[in-house]
């Protein structure tokens, strides 16, 4: 949704004061030294760069005074009033003032009309800005004791001399601003926004922004305004486009005007180049120019000196600078650049080929075939497949008679480049055309190479498997070097065995694809040895046979095929040198369908974090999926759906494998969680429009549980039920996925043997242990026990399912009660109620229980939250004023109430009021 000039979310952004955040330590020390206006030091000078928030600061210090009953005066100097003397205090001239030229009169005049009981509080925004006269009175105000300074000035600019007197002579504190924090500037913004944002969207604002609270306030309202920053499912989410409008320009463009043409030259330099070597960047631009902008604080070198490199101090520098520079002038500066790196250090220079070969194109220069494909292959590894893309067109419009291998290259470089930007047909259409040529050829690097990218094109991008299959069948048949070709048998010897083995790792990932663990390991895992395979190959038998062992169950002997990963010695490509965050995440996703959620959440959360800012967006939508799903988990849909809008996004920049589908089924979920069926409808439609047919592996889960939700609202729980079994029958190779789908048919209530004994069939062949929890669950509610599914809820508990530990402890407290246990029922009852303040707070009102029966009198509840904090019950009389005696009675009256026996149950089984949940005490 796009809001509309009428939306009240588009008018809060745009219109209303951005919330005073991120200054309350400063605020609170500036404040705590107004008082009578004699103790010093009394009030502040704050230092700060532009748009940190120094004027805002000054602003609410001022509103501060004035609710404590103090008398304000404002003074906002200016570069125009500096050249009129006294100019910036004209509007406090008291009337029937003298000539100023009488100084001694014109000061008494100031302090006459000025002075207060209190001392007035004078607030001086930019105060660098002040002629000297207006200074120089301001000084001799504060020294008299008439009023109490608060002055703001900028960072960097010549401050009058009585200004600086200020805080030197210890006549007030100086208080220097920095720049607000990604965190801070992330809940500026999300509150100004208000309701939910996405956590990416934050990140790349506070990162474009640069911690500059103005340059953020233009940022966000142009995105609004544009449609950039909207609201979809209402979480806001921002496409990353910086809309240049007048306000946001005119506020950057007040610290870049006063540059000469020289440095505004440089600047864009730095701007195309960044990050830009020292040493290039002196060949192109004057060094005493390079000073000078360092100088202003408008470029910083970062590196150890010598061999540094340029960084513009803030990011939006190079937005506007480059948005002033004309075509021609751009293809002169990428130009110079170009011609500068290929000067340098010839190691450098191969460093940076990618940018090399891309500015002598927009230049217009000459740039070799060879250059263009090794810069092809270099963008795609940096997942720039926008410029891959191009390079590679480049370099097959400039050669088209050169010979097979390299033009074959080029053309799988450009459909991995097709595949980065989501135009998978184009990609496909064009393996299909070069796969005779590369057979024929019969160069191995080719080949190798072609089959890697068919099988992520056709197979994981499209979900055709049974055309990668054969072309897998097609590679593996041809006659090897050797001349010995397949057997009539269709067995493969001599060089036709090599080539079997060489195409092994996709049969293996197409198997785990379609459901079939235990398939893709027996392929996979006797190859997990084969040095002498190529990388990409290497890698995916690694991938495959950790994730078939995930599944199945097998996480001991997982883990060990993950520290191989993780020992994988790095190489060019960019999947070998990701393989190690690769077993990091499936061990967190294995950990997840272990249901140890409590352990993987704030890995999830680091991950996530950290990959904000990745250019791969399929590795950025993974870590959204993990953590979005762990979030559904743990009870917080709401947090999940903004996590899943990012890896929406993401996926929609390229889906392999069916990622896209897998955001929009567990989006799905969090609607259906939250109260939401007809969202959670069009989530699902959306999800069956996009699939594909891969990734069956990743999905089934989470697929099923979505249709099962919904299912429930529109039919009732027992066509909920069938649906749950029908998804555990699917794939019995999947473990782990089965035991979920039948402990979700036990949920919706289903009390079968037949689901117990299969949840314990697969606990006994599992290396993990929540099948065993998810077996005794089913156990609990067969025989209503409620001491059981007590026992079961806490388990829940510790590992963070808390909406399982809800529904456990729910059905305990309806388990006592049958079986007329009062007090169990009452403590089962408070403990659902304690639990429930771990979900999201939509969710409480269905969980909560309105009267659980347990009334602690006022006394006895304090007493127990105190004890339950760990204190003694010395400890507890000495707080309260009472004796021991009283507080043992109290804590005997309160275990009773609760059915429990131990002070170490007292957190667990206390009820807890929350906002909006109100209970009766009795007093």
């Known amino acids: 949704m796009t809001p509309g000039h009428d939306d009240p979310a588009l008018e809060r952004a745009l219109h209303a004061e951005w919330p005073f955040r991120g200054r309350a330590d400063e605020l609170d020390v500036i404040t705590r030294t107004l008082g009578d206006g004699t103790s010093r030091p009394a009030g502040a000078v704050v230092v700060a760069p532009a748009g940190v928030g120094k004027t805002r600061l000054v602003r609410e210090v001022g509103r501060w005074a004035s609710e404590q009953g103090m008398t304000t005066l404002s003074i906002i100097a200016t570069e125009a009033g500096a050249l009129t003397p006294y100019g910036a205090v004209l509007h406090l001239l008291p009337e029937g003032t003298h000539d100023p030229m009488d100084r001694a009169a014109w000061h008494a005049a100031f302090a006459s009309a000025m002075r207060s009981e209190r001392g007035t509080v004078l607030l001086v925004d930019d105060a660098q800005h002040l002629d000297h006269g207006s200074a120089a009175l301001l000084l001799q105000l504060c020294l008299d004791g008439v009023i109490v300074p608060v002055v703001s000035v900028r960072r960097g600019e010549r401050v009058p001399d009585p200004i600086t007197s200020l805080w030197k002579d210890g006549l007030t504190l100086r208080v220097d601003l920095q720049p607000f924090s990604h965190k801070e500037m992330g809940e500026v913004i999300g509150h100004a926004l208000g309701g939910l944002v996405s956590a990416r969207t934050l990140t790349r604002l506070a990162t474009v922004s640069g911690g500059n609270i103005l340059y953020a306030r233009e940022l966000v309202t142009a995105a609004v305004e544009h ?123 191969r460093a940076e080929a990618v940018r090399i070969a891309r500015w002598r194109l927009e230049a217009g220069q000459p740039v070799s075939q060879d250059a263009l494909l090794e810069a092809a292959a270099r963008a795609n590894h940096a997942f720039a ?105 269709g067995v493969q010897t001599g060089a036709g065995s090599r080539a079997a083995d060489r195409v092994a790792a996709y049969r293996a990932a197409l198997a785990i694809g379609r459901g079939r663990a235990r398939e893709a390991l027996d392929i996979a895992e006797p190859l997990l040895d084969r040095s002498d395979l190529p990388v990409p190959q290497q890698v995916l038998l690694l991938e495959t046979t950790g994730e078939a062992l995930a599944v199945l169950g097998l996480h001991r002997r997982a883990a060990i095929v993950w520290e191989r990963m993780r020992r994988f010695p790095v190489g060019a490509t960019g999947r070998a040198a990701s393989l190690a965050a690769e077993a990091d995440l499936q061990a967190l996703f294995s ?111 989470d697929i099923v549980c979505a249709q099962a939700w919904l299912t429930a609202a529109d039919r009732g ?21 089965r035991a979920w789908l039948l402990h979700l048919a036990c949920r919706l209530g289903d009390r079968s043997k037949d689901v117990t004994t299969s949840l314990r069939q697969i606990a006994a062949g599992a290396e993990c242990e929540y099948p065993t929890l998810l077996a005794d669950h089913a156990e609990a509610l067969r025989g209503n026990d409620g001491p059981a599914l007590e026992d079961v809820a806490e388990r829940f508990a510790e590992r963070g399912l808390v909406p399982l530990a809800i529904e456990a402890a729910r059905a305990s407290a309806q388990a006592h009660r049958d079986a007329g246990s009062a007090e169990g029922a009452r403590r089962l009852s408070a403990r659902t109620d304690g639990l429930a303040l771990r979900v999201d707070a939509a969710l409480r009102p269905a969980v909560m229980v309105d009267d659980h029966g347990v009334r602690l009198s006022r006394r006895e509840e304090e007493v127990a939250t105190l004890a339950a904090a760990g204190l003694s019950n010395a400890a507890i009389a000495d707080r309260l004023v009472l004796s021991v005696r009283t507080v043992e009675s109290h804590l005997y009256q309160a275990f009773a109430k609760l059915g429990i026996t131990s002070r170490s149950d007292l957190a667990r089984y206390l009820p807890r009021s929350t906002p909006g949940h109100s209970r009766s005490r009795a007093q």
């Open 385 to 489: 497949h926008d410029l891959a893309e191009r390079l590679a067109r480049s370099a097959l419009a400039a050669g088209a008679d050169h010979h097979t291998p390299v033009r074959a290259r080029l053309v799988i470089e450009l459909a991995r480049a097709l595949v980065g930007s989501s135009q998978i047909d184009e990609a496909d259409q064009l393996l299909a055309r070069l796969e005779p040529a590369v057979l024929a050829d019969g160069d191995q690097d080719s080949v190798d190479d072609y089959v890697d990218v068919r099988y992520w094109v056709t197979g994981l991008a499209l979900g055709r498997a049974d055309e990668v299959l054969a072309v897998l069948d097609r590679v593996a048949g041809r006659v090897g070097a050797d001349g010995a070709p397949a057997g009539a048998d």
């Open 717 to 737: 729980a027992s066509a909920a039920v069938a649906v749950a079994l029908e998804g555990a029958g699917r794939h019995p190779e999947l473990e782990l996925d």
């Open 591 to 701: 950990a997840m369908l272990d249901g140890r959620v409590a352990d993987v959440l704030p890995g999830l959360e680091a991950i996530h974090h950290q990959a904000a800012d990745s250019p791969d967006a399929i590795n950025r939508g993974l870590t959204g999926l993990g953590l979005g799903r762990c979030l559904i988990l743990a009870g917080r849909p709401e947090q999940a759906r903004a996590v899943l809008l990012d890896a929406v996004a993401d996926f929609g920049e390229v889906d392999l494998a069916d990622s896209l589908t897998w955001a929009q089924v567990l989006l799905s979920q969090t609607a259906s969680l939250s109260g939401r069926p007809d969202k959670a409808r069009q989530w699902l439609d959306r999800a069956q429009a996009s699939r594909q047919g891969a990734g069956v592996t990743r999905l089934t889960v």
């Open 227 to 349: 449609g950039s920053l909207v609201q979809r499912d209402d979480v806001w989410v921002w496409d990353t486009e910086v809309v240049l409008a007048p306000r946001l320009v005119d506020a950057v463009w007040a610290r870049l005007a006063l540059l000469d043409p020289e440095q505004r030259r440089a600047l864009a330099l730095v701007a195309l180049g960044e990050p830009l070597p020292l040493e290039v960047a002196e060949r192109v631009a004057p060094t005493e120019v390079l000073a000078s902008l360092e100088e202003a604080d408008l470029v910083h070198v970062d590196g150890q000196i010598g061999r540094g490199v340029l960084r513009l101090a803030h990011p939006l520098y190079g937005e506007v600078v480059l948005d002033r520079v004309g075509r021609v002038s751009r293809r002169r500066l990428v130009g110079d650049l170009a011609d500068a790196y290929a000067a340098a250090d010839p190691q450098l220079a």
